[in-house]
């Protein structure tokens, strides 16, 4: 079984411009999880999907992120433009389970943001 | 924001001992999870409790529970070198129709060989 496929691994940008990063989950996964993790610290909830609509963006700093996941598949999550303090490790995480089942979430390797 | 507190922060123990990490968390739970994320990588899950379970075995690990304490510990026996990595708690409360995830802070375990 393949597993979830992000890209790009690694990415550096100046600061104001804008940067998107992709995410395939496991097939038939119905739930999406994009994470940010900064240096040091556990990851951050940023948006989460089931299906294709979005359940919870509470954390999602809306002036300057966006994310998307067309046909309840592939998911985008932009950036844009970048603050210096937008450089972490942007995660993205599917699982099988939706509504009150419990379910293991499976990572992708993430991908790293400088933003100089 | 974080739910759960990890405890140590850090840990560097030998081959062979155990390893034990704490996790607290402040609200109600349906389920904690345990996770290990090598240098680099992204999460791997390691074993799930359900808050109505007390201890849950998984190989070389052991997890207890206690919703009364808002605490979970993680216990690794007989560590080996591949078990350095970051641990972290995630607890699962169900709202709205979804469950939702949250991430403690971590403990970096170190194995010295």
């Known amino acids: 079984e393949a597993g979830v496929a992000q890209s790009p691994r690694y990415k550096i940008i100046e600061k104001r411009q804008s940067v998107a990063f992709w995410c395939n989950p496991i097939s038939g996964h119905a739930t999406l999880y994009w994470y940010q993790q900064i240096l040091g610290q556990g990851p951050k909830l940023l948006i989460q999907?089931?299906?294709?609509?979005?359940v919870d963006d509470s954390q999602l700093p809306k002036d300057r992120f966006s994310a998307e996941r067309l046909k309840g598949v592939d998911s985008t999550l932009k950036i844009q433009p970048a603050k210096l303090e937008d450089s972490a490790v942007y995660l993205c995480?599917?699982?099988?389970?939706w509504g009150r089942g419990p379910g293991e979430l499976f990572f992708g390797e993430g991908s790293r943001l400088t933003v100089l | 924001s974080q739910q759960g507190e990890e405890d140590p922060q850090a840990l560097s123990i030998q081959e062979g001992e155990n390893a034990t990490m704490n996790c607290s968390y402040k609200t109600s739970i349906n389920n904690l999870q345990w996770y290990r994320q090598n240098s680099g990588r992204g999460l791997v899950h390691l074993i799930l409790?359900?808050?109505?379970?007390r201890e849950k075995h998984s190989g070389r690990l052991r997890v207890t529970l206690d919703t009364s304490k808002k605490s979970s510990s993680l216990l690794i026996t007989a560590s080996r070198a591949a078990d350095t990595a970051s641990y972290f708690c995630?607890?699962?409360?169900?709202?709205?129709?979804?469950?939702?995830?949250?991430f403690g802070t971590g403990t970096k375990l170190q194995v010295i060989p």
């Open positions: 995630a607890t699962a409360l169900y709202s709205g129709g979804y469950q939702k995830v949250t």
């Open positions: 995480a599917s699982s099988l389970v």
């Open positions: 999907f089931q299906n294709n609509g979005v």
């Open positions: 409790i359900r808050s109505n379970e």
